[in-house]
């Protein structure tokens, strides 16, 4: 099941049309819909986000939420967000409007572009890292240059990017990188210990994608470009 949240009354009536049959529609404040759609067979939680930010650009949804562990509604229950509260101090109650099996229209034709463009993905990762292990770590400034460089403005999240960037660059491995990004600094404010860890996988994803932007096609430029940012 895939999860479209804060999808408008319009769209929601529409759905059958589209080919995109809910099996659950949830109102979760009035006028504000949760729409569950099932597809036809397990996939990959990468495909599943794929599929999930796809549904979401479809039914104008929140794309923040569109992801493979986004948590939905649970009906008969109150949405005590506090912009939902009224004058008498009540919160809206979660209603049901519809429950199914049924898988919709266009399941299968989204599911498989989602695991085509997975596996598109994860071959260009492998010949980034195949490009970045031909270099040599010589002379790598350390991650804490990165964090206290004027140039970032204290936004360390920035900081990070650049420094994975070079030291990618420089041949080291994914698992370093995302390790010295976990241990550089206090992570708390990004949740629990899985979530840092996320933090740092994605930082060093960020990295490769953004690396192969710099260096180009044709050469490897990408040293160069790093050095005059952070110098």
Avoid: M
């Avoid at 209603?95 to 399941?107: D, E, P, T, Y």
């Avoid at 993905?121 to 460089?149: G, M, N």
């Avoid at 900081?159 to 990188?177: K, M, N």
Wanted: proline share 2%.
């Amino acid at each position: 099941f895939v999860l479209v949240d804060d999808v408008e009354i319009g769209h929601v009536q529409t759905l059958d049309d589209a080919g995109l049959s809910a099996s659950v529609v949830l109102e979760t404040s009035p006028g504000n819909f949760q729409v569950w759609l099932r597809l036809a067979r397990a996939v990959s939680q990468t495909a599943t986000t794929l599929v999930a930010r796809e549904l979401a650009s479809l039914l104008d949804g929140d794309r923040g939420a569109a992801n493979w562990r986004q948590a939905g509604a649970v009906a008969g229950f109150a949405n005590c967000k506090e912009r939902h509260r009224d004058a008498a101090g009540r919160y809206p109650v979660v209603q049901l409007h519809l429950a199914n099996a049924r898988v919709f229209a266009r399941a299968e034709e989204l599911a498989t572009a989602a695991e085509q463009a997975e596996a598109a993905q994860r071959t260009r990762w492998e010949q980034l890292r195949a490009v970045y292990a031909r270099r040599h770590s010589d002379e790598l400034k350390p991650i804490a240059a990165f964090h206290d460089h004027p140039r970032y403005g204290g936004d360390l999240h920035r900081a990070d990017l650049g420094w994975a960037i070079l030291a990618l660059s420089r041949g080291l491995g994914d698992d370093e990188v995302a390790r010295t990004i976990l241990t550089a600094r206090e992570l708390g404010h990004k949740g629990s210990r899985r979530e840092q860890e996320r933090y740092a996988a994605r930082t060093v994803r960020a990295a490769y994608e953004k690396g192969l932007g710099r260096r180009g096609a044709t050469g490897p430029t990408l040293v160069k470009c790093v050095h005059r940012r952070a110098q």
